[in-house]
């Protein structure tokens, strides 16, 4: 089949290189003439493992270009794709549909026979009802179908998100559209992947449900591993125990500094303001969205508590600034909230992240960055584990805690076994349990 997908960025470029890779011939557009440049040179603007081999495979073989001509692509397209930013509106919290509104307009006017509009990129529930609008307004007679097919791709794992699913969603009012949608996804039949057909605003509300679920069992974890800490228990025995419940599992059950990046922050937001147009309270979303936002400032209190109560004039080296692993995005990072207020509380901040740390320099200011964790950590008088990348998991302790000022080591993400860093000299604090030092490792020893 003939695809265009209208927006190039990490949605966009993935879901095209997907649909590439099964046989359908894709044009990507973009209004971002470089990023266009860039994409026929071969280079990836955005960092996912195994997507820079599927791009340039599939531009290879012919299924896969790039342009910025958005009226040639849905010319000739069956099915367009949109696959735009709709960022947290400043000042209230709502999705910003500017970028899906213009894109409507620009599809209605270049559509030149039947054509199925998906809507891809995230979005509230009536949103497809006003692309609809829009394009019934601009083109009285044309024939076309609008389908919500939201995206449930988790960065650093994309590729084998959208090409192993647990489900697709598939929002059609009508059988046409069912049918083209169905063949597009033909390919996922071999692994046996469901597709769930629904109405449309059932489709675009049930991305917004999945991800504040997931966002509520994060912020659930992470109360209880503050209530851990306090008693005695240790969050990742009590997080195992109730995962091994199938009816809870044990998925999203890590408890850390709090979720980030570029879709809880803004979907948890923009599904509780849709409530509120609507009448309806979600008290819980809400209360995770203020817990979140409470938590990350909560771990630099932590730091500072592991400081011996002040970080003024130390150096405290971070390692992981991106919001998870294997990308480099850095919206709604936990890292920019923690090394902010370490900052204002005095502290000089050495940073290294195995590929963030471009995208940090745009966000973070003042910090020093490393070129590896034992640069990082040289001369630090406490080291600060942010972000779980694979680099960071198995650390020469021993050199490390050389290379250390102090031996403060403060492990956001429970990577590290207390007995392994007590053997080895630290004073140790992680989330979920209380705190490890060298006297207690000693008494506990006598």
């Known amino acids: 089949m003939r695809v265009a997908m209208i927006g190039s960025g990490y949605v966009g470029l993935v879901s095209g290189a997907c649909f590439a890779d099964f046989g359908h011939e894709v044009v990507c557009v973009d209004v971002n003439a470089t990023r266009i440049e860039d994409l026929k040179a071969g280079r990836i603007p955005i960092y996912e493992p195994g997507l820079d081999r599927l791009v340039a495979d599939n531009a290879m073989a012919g299924r896969l270009s790039f342009t910025t001509d958005l009226a040639a692509a849905v010319?000739?397209?069956?099915?367009?794709?949109?696959?735009?930013?709709?960022?947290?509106?400043?000042?209230?919290?709502?999705?910003?549909?500017?970028?899906?509104?213009?894109?409507?307009?620009?599809i209605a006017a270049a559509m030149r026979s039947y054509t199925v509009v998906v809507t891809k990129s995230t979005v509230p529930v009536g949103t497809g009802d006003m692309v609809e609008r829009i394009i019934r307004e601009a083109r009285p007679e044309a024939k076309f179908s609008v389908v919500s097919n939201p995206e449930f791709l988790r960065e650093g794992a994309a590729i084998e998100d959208f090409k192993r699913p647990d489900r697709v969603v598939v929002g059609a009012n009508d059988e046409q559209a069912k049918a083209v949608m169905a063949e597009l996804y033909r390919p996922l039949s071999l692994n046996a992947a469901p597709i769930l057909f629904t109405d449309r605003r059932t489709a675009e509300l049930t991305k917004y449900a999945a991800n504040a679920f997931l966002a509520t069992k994060i912020t659930f974890i992470n109360e209880i591993a503050d209530l851990c800490e306090e008693v005695g228990a240790d969050v990742q025995l009590v997080a195992r125990g109730i995962g091994m419940d199938k009816r809870i599992g044990a998925k999203f059950l890590n408890a850390g500094p709090g979720y980030g990046g570029s879709c809880f922050p803004k979907d948890t937001l923009a599904l509780i303001r849709s409530a509120q147009d609507h009448g309806v309270n979600l008290r819980v979303v809400e209360s995770v969205v203020a817990v979140n936002d409470a938590r990350k400032t909560a771990m630099a209190?932590?730091?500072?508590?592991?400081?011996?109560?002040?970080?003024?004039?130390?150096?405290?080296?971070?390692?992981?600034?991106?919001?998870?692993?294997?990308?480099?995005?850095?919206?709604?990072?936990?890292?920019?909230?923690?090394?902010?207020?370490?900052?204002?509380?005095?502290?000089?901040?050495?940073?290294h992240d195995p590929v963030g740390m471009d995208q940090a320099r745009t966000v973070l200011q003042g910090v020093e960055y490393a070129r590896d964790a034992y640069d990082c950590a040289h001369g630090a008088d406490a080291l600060?584990?942010?972000?779980?990348?694979?680099?960071?998991?198995?650390?020469?302790?021993a050199r490390l805690r050389q290379s250390m000022k102090a031996p403060v080591v403060v492990d956001l993400r429970n990577v590290y076994r207390a007995e392994e860093m007590e053997r080895h000299g630290f004073d140790y604090m992680r989330i979920g349990a209380r705190p490890r030092r060298r006297e207690m490792a000693a008494e506990a020893g006598d």
Not at 93 to 104: E, K, M, R
Request: charged fraction near 25%; proline fraction near 3%; include cysteine.
């Open 301 to 351: 209190r932590k730091v500072v508590k592991a400081c011996g109560g002040s970080v003024q004039g130390r150096t405290i080296a971070v390692l992981g600034l991106t919001f998870k692993p294997n990308t480099d995005d850095m919206r709604d990072a936990p890292s920019i909230n923690i090394i902010d207020a370490l900052q204002r509380a005095g502290a000089t901040v050495r940073a």
């Open 75 to 106: 010319a000739s397209a069956q099915a367009v794709f949109i696959a735009v930013g709709t960022p947290s509106r400043r000042g209230d919290g709502h999705a910003d549909l500017s970028f899906v509104s213009a894109a409507a307009r620009e």
């Open 384 to 397: 600060v584990l942010i972000t779980e990348w694979d680099a960071y998991r198995a650390l020469d302790l």
